[in-house]
């Protein structure tokens, strides 16, 4: 039952994790068409660079769950 509910909070965290970057992307997407981002140029890198380190780290963290064991031959950042 343990084993249960640690799963499903883990389920949970990863929805809402990508439930908030999915929210970032598009309130990103609509800060560049409605030119936000040309009156605020700092707003604009961090936001950008959150997103961007975000979308990184999560690839990397899939391509390691998906690949095998043997980690040799990967490059050292992907």
């Not at 949970?12 to 009156?39: H, I, N």
């Amino acid at each position: 039952m343990r084993d249960s509910l640690i799963l499903a909070g883990i389920i949970l965290a990863g929805l809402a994790g990508f439930a908030g970057f999915c929210y970032a992307l598009t309130d990103w997407a609509l800060d560049v068409k409605t030119g936000v981002y040309e009156r605020n140029h700092v707003e604009a890198f961090y936001e950008t660079a959150a997103l961007v380190v975000y979308g990184v780290l999560s690839l990397r963290f899939i391509r390691g769950k998906l690949s095998s064991d043997d980690q040799s031959h990967k490059p050292p950042f992907f």
